[in-house]
């Protein structure tokens, strides 16, 4: 049983990522992704990561391909691209040993390793079933590792807050800075005449006026 | 037949370098970015077995960061490409060359 789901979903996994490579049209590229990703959805199931397999649904293939999808859609670049053309020489079968390289060497690592994988048994929480598993994950997140879940927040923050900076477009002429009145070394506040609340206040008033003109000239 | 902790670990690895290939192969950086995202799903696939392997949760606590890390990665690689896009209108990841100075 476990053995037919796992064969089914990596042919299914591996089918989606040769798509991606070899899609011509950019949206046929993500909807493969979507596969791989449902694929690999199934894959955590199968290994009792259930909260994790719906963040993956969730997340990716509900969030993050949708966004590719936007951004294709609003630039246009749904056209089929060519594949033929190769643009640098050499870069293709360079790419493939490379590749080629890289697989043989992870899977000669497997290979070799004829203990299967080792490691110290884990120390944190057990991983719990299919049901336990969210609140496993959920007590741990929010005790021990509280600290990494608030760093997140503040990149997810960070993140919208530049993707807002780095898309928006500027209409018109840009605005000119705005002048920050300082108290310059050639006239320092006059601190010794009568009233000087009253006159420093007026200095900071014509400091101000003055800058702004030479702002607009 | 059972399904060892290895079996997962190979396809993570085939699933990263067929990732790795599509970035090293591909212009569009839509596209580009896609295969990033496979790779990282790969590392994710082998986070989950190995934590299923040895009973620690900090496998799976991993690829909750990774997401969340991925995620915000997307949003502001599609803001620099959407940015790119507006000032050269179908540029190809070749085109871009001009910021090597």
């Known amino acids: ?217 | 037949m059972v399904v060892t902790t290895s079996w997962y670990l190979a396809l993570g690895a085939v699933l990263f370098s067929l990732g790795a290939v599509g970035l090293l192969i591909r212009r569009n950086p839509l596209v580009m970015f896609m295969c990033v995202e496979l790779m990282l799903n790969a590392v994710n696939l082998t986070f989950v077995s190995l934590g299923a392997e040895l009973g620690d949760l900090g496998g799976q606590l991993s690829v909750f960061f990774v997401l969340v890390v991925a995620a915000a990665e997307v949003v502001v690689g599609l803001a620099v490409v959407v940015a790119i896009m507006r000032r050269r209108q179908g540029a190809t990841t070749d085109d871009l060359s001009v910021l090597g100075g």
Do not use: C
């Open chain 1, 1 to 217: 049983m476990d053995v037919t789901v796992f064969l089914i979903s990596a042919a299914i996994v591996l089918v989606g990522a040769l798509g991606v490579l070899a899609a011509r049209n950019p949206v046929h590229a993500a909807l493969f992704l979507v596969q791989t990703l449902f694929g690999v959805a199934v894959l955590f199931v199968l290994q009792d990561a259930t909260f994790l397999a719906a963040v993956q649904v969730i997340v990716y293939a509900g969030a993050v391909v949708i966004l590719f999808l936007f951004v294709i859609m609003l630039l246009g670049v749904d056209r089929a691209e060519d594949l033929g053309v190769e643009p640098i020489v050499g870069q293709r079968p360079l790419a493939a040993v490379i590749g080629a390289s890289l697989m043989g060497l992870l899977l000669t690592l497997l290979l070799v390793a004829t203990d299967g994988p080792t490691g110290a048994p884990g120390r944190t929480a057990p991983l719990g079933d299919g049901v336990d598993n969210t609140r496993r994950l959920g007590e741990a997140l929010f005790t021990d590792y509280v600290f990494a879940v608030e760093l997140t927040a503040l990149l997810l923050t960070v993140a919208v807050v530049g993707a807002v900076v780095l898309a928006r477009t500027v209409k018109g002429a840009l605005q000119p800075l705005p002048v920050v009145a300082v108290a310059t070394a050639e006239e320092p506040p006059r601190a010794t005449d009568e009233g000087s609340g009253v006159d420093s206040a007026d200095e900071f008033d014509t400091a101000t006026s003055e800058s702004i003109e030479g702002g607009d000239a």
